[in-house]
């Protein structure tokens, strides 16, 4: 993390790049430390959001490469794919609303990927959920350490 933190912007976009794959890793904590070592709010807020949305898009084109036959050689049930699918159908896009949630958001950009959800709808929620996350984050750094 403190390596990240010493490559200023490029780090904190390598950063909020992995945290949106599947590599476990806090994109937040990395973004409260740039704006607590006196980093321009908006260009933290910025790069963050462009590092976690290309990492976003990065998994939802993994998903898009996957293949039900993959999935049903890891004993998940056709059954339970469909059932999957109705409920990604149901939704659609703004589901990528919630790719900014630790954890599942990422299982969410695969997911949205492998049933083959609209890519430019589904990029525009995806970049609006991570952008309010960061906003979100900065608001609240700000408004307990001024």
Avoid at 12 to 39: E, K, Q, R, W, Y
Avoid at 57 to 63: C, D, E, K, P, R
Avoid at 79 to 107: H, N
Wanted: charged content about 15%.
């Amino acid at each position: 993390m403190e390596f990240l933190e010493g490559l200023g912007l490029l780090g904190l976009f390598i950063g909020s790049f992995l945290a949106a794959t599947i590599v476990p890793f806090s994109a937040d904590v990395l973004m409260v430390g740039m704006l607590a070592a006196d980093g321009d709010m908006v260009a933290v807020i910025t790069v963050a959001t462009l590092g976690n949305w290309i990492g976003g898009l990065t998994s939802y084109w993994v998903g898009r490469a996957g293949r039900w036959e993959w999935i049903e050689r890891l004993h998940v049930r056709r059954e339970t794919l469909e059932r999957q699918k109705s409920k990604i159908d149901r939704f659609g896009a703004p589901i990528a609303l919630l790719t900014w949630v630790p954890f599942i958001g990422d299982v969410f950009a695969v997911a949205l990927g492998f049933y083959r959800v609209k890519f430019v709808p589904m990029a525009i929620y995806m970049f609006i959920g991570k952008c309010g996350r960061f906003i979100g984050w900065a608001l609240l750094y700000y408004g307990f350490f001024g």
